[in-house]
């Protein structure tokens, strides 16, 4: 192993996660709601009437981020996003992640941040399984295929 | 109001993405390559996030209701179980697939990256098929495992 120091943003990296970390934080003390994203579209995509208003401002919002960022935010605070996969790669990818993130209850959200911050073994087991096969499948693709 | 509050909160969530480098699929590939130029930027997204997180739910541990009024949805879930195990283990090959978990690919869509939409939709369908895989897949395992 050797560190990427050339791309390594301890800073911003930092203050992005404690971003996060307030916006769980914000929207369990204020709506009593997870944040996890995967969980939050689900209910938007199913007919559950009355539970859709908040879900939808929320993802609106994340959606507006984006927007945001792009016509207003300095270049240097914005990091430019390098997408290797191929078409074909993606779709397969987005569909095991649709799949896998519901059959799992939880994604990098809600397992990873949300639930580590209540001491869940739960999510703590969610979390250590998907890093796994995270770093199995970039060291198949990177380093042997 | 409260829609507008959280409006605010995916904003929150969503800058939190950009600023953190999540947004970067091969940022966060980068992260995920263990065995060569290793980016552990993403550590620090995650330390920050868990660690405001900690904050967050220990305060409303400590409360009845959210500031909305509506009860606190605590995960009801706590047993570990070959569902949650598996599905994350499938979630984490299409994360490290193509660097992107669900909240920053749709942050990226409003980007204008085609790529993330490609993934997102595949995602959305992955989500909507899970029950048809999932009673498939059981009948499956009840044989196999």
Redesign the interface.
Known sequence: MTIDWLNFTPLTSLIGGVLIGVAASLLFMNSGRILGVTGILEGLLRSRVGDKAWRLSFVLGLFASGLIAQWSWPADWIHAPRIDASWSLLMLAGLLVGLGTRWGAGCTSGHGICGLSRFSLRSLIATLSFMATGFLTIFLIRHIF | M??????????????????????????V??F???????????V??????????????G??RG?K????G????W?E????DR?????????????????????P?????????A??W?????????????DQ??KRLRRVLEYTL
């Open positions: 409260q829609r507008v509050i959280e409006f605010f909160i995916g904003l929150i969530f969503g800058f939190g993405l950009l600023l953190s480098g999540m947004t970067d699929p091969g940022k590939q980068s995920l390559d263990l065995a060569g130029q290793w980016d552990p930027s993403l620090f997204v995650m330390g920050g996030g868990v660690l405001i997180g900690i904050l967050g739910f305060l409303a409360k209701a959210s500031f909305s509506t009860p606190f949805h995960p879930l706590s047993h570990i569902s949650l195990v598996l599905g994350s283990l499938t979630f984490g090959v299409g994360w490290g697939l193509a660097g992107f978990c669900p909240g690919a749709l942050v990226s869509m409003a980007s204008g990256e790529k993330a490609v993934f997102f939709l595949a995602m959305l369908l992955g989500i909507l098929l899970f895989v999932d």
